[in-house]
């Protein structure tokens, strides 16, 4: 596979977003203290209150354990690939994320997964942005140690899956997971698992071997002041001429209007289409999904 390069311009974008306040906050920051960048995968068809909630949420459990600084946050929509009823085009996605998130100082739209050619696998898109965070923290280490600014004391970044409790759902969906892959994902990088509906994250937990290992890993949130506004309730509403006012911010209904997106005729789009996750492992040799 060809090695994926990018721009000059594209380089300096992407250390605009999070790292750009990982690379500040470095020389600020406790020792004890461990760098964190959050990454959100989905469809975020529309994105809405909700998900940019679970930011704001995780961020506040995690440094509240007094071992985390969280120094950014990443929303990666899925490409076009991923072949999900209902879900409109990538440059849609991106562009209402970006007007969502023009108010958060730290939480990010990042392109590179809905630009692949392809559904991108998560551990993937995992891997992609925890190279390009290490890097630059490298780099930051370098610049400090040849004296153009002060030592960095900082414990390497890490990198976290950001995600509802109703996530942990699709690890028990046949097909849907190469254990290697959910290994990585769980025991590498960790959730932050921010509850969700009914769901019970614990129960999940224990019912999963794999998730049981790396429950230290696993970080669970509450969410004390409930919001179970859905992306699927929102094009529903829309569809049906309702409004969704304080659902999704006012740039994006703007955006959705201009538009003329989530109509019944968008909805009928991939209609009939098998998920690519699940085609694509299915054409995955049959002793890697033994293992």
Request: glycine share 6%; net charge positive.
């Amino acid at each position: 596979m060809r090695p994926y390069t990018k721009t000059v311009r594209e380089r300096k974008n992407y250390i605009q977003g999070p790292f750009a306040i990982l690379r500040r906050s470095l020389t600020k920051m406790p020792i004890q203290h461990v760098p964190l960048v959050l990454l959100a995968c989905g469809s975020f068809n529309p994105i809405t209150n909700q998900h940019m909630r679970l930011f704001e949420l995780a961020r506040d459990h995690m440094q509240s354990t007094g071992q985390y600084q969280v120094v950014g946050g990443i929303v990666s929509p899925v490409s076009d690939s991923y072949g999900k009823q209902g879900l409109v085009l990538a440059k849609h996605r991106i562009a209402m994320a970006k007007l969502a998130l023009q108010s958060s100082n730290w939480v990010k739209v990042d392109e590179w997964e809905s630009q692949q050619p392809d559904w991108t696998e998560t551990v993937v898109t995992m891997r992609y942005h925890y190279g390009r965070i290490l890097k630059e923290y490298e780099q930051r280490t370098n610049e400090d140690s040849s004296g153009k600014s002060s030592p960095c004391q900082s414990s390497p970044p890490q990198l976290k899956l950001l995600c509802g409790a109703d996530f942990l759902h699709t690890f028990k969906i046949p097909g849907l997971w190469q254990d290697d892959h959910m290994e990585e994902v769980v025991g590498r990088f960790g959730l932050v698992c921010v509850s969700r509906g009914g769901h019970q994250p614990e129960q999940m937990v224990h019912e999963s071997d794999t998730l049981w290992r790396h429950r230290q890993n696993i970080f669970q949130v509450k969410e004390w002041v409930r919001n179970e506004t859905s992306a699927t309730e929102v094009r529903r509403a829309l569809r049906r001429g309702m409004s969704i006012k304080y659902l999704i911010p006012d740039s994006v209904i703007e955006y959705i209007e201009q538009h003329n997106l989530y109509t019944e005729d968008s909805e009928r789009r991939n209609e009939g289409t098998a998920l690519r996750p699940l085609t694509k492992q299915a054409q995955q040799p049959l002793e890697s999904l033994d293992d």
